[in-house]
């Protein structure tokens, strides 16, 4: 079965870390430009990060750039969304994304919560 799984989300206060993972069963990342995006209640779907094929190049929302690290272990078929300096305003359900021409997949999202 073709699957992406997010895992790692959870409830942090303000200032503290998560590194989300991006997990692929079914076929391999190798191919593929992983993106994460997240959605807050009552917002649209935004872009976050994203990483090329190769992990050569990578991207950043400003809202969350010298915060967020993306990186990719193509060996273990994940890509990880490290996250510090949390900020209430994080808080939202974060899906991972894998692109290419051979197909686009989305994963289920994982709930990350900032709160005092």
């Known amino acids: 079965q073709v699957q992406l799984v997010e895992s790692g989300g959870g409830l942090v206060q303000p200032g503290g870390s998560l590194r989300l993972s991006c997990a692929a069963s079914?076929?391999?990342?190798?191919?593929?430009?992983i993106g994460w995006f997240r959605q807050a209640p009552g917002m649209e779907r935004e872009g976050v990060s994203c990483i090329s094929s190769n992990g050569g190049s990578t991207y950043y929302a400003d809202s969350v750039k010298g915060r967020f690290t993306i990186s990719r272990d193509n060996a273990k078929n994940t890509v990880y969304l490290q996250m510090n300096s949390l900020k209430p305003e994080d808080t939202a359900v974060y899906y991972c994304n894998a692109a290419s021409y051979r197909g686009t997949y989305w994963g289920q999202g994982t709930q990350v919560t900032v709160s005092s």
């Open positions: 079914g076929f391999t990342l190798d191919y593929y430009a």
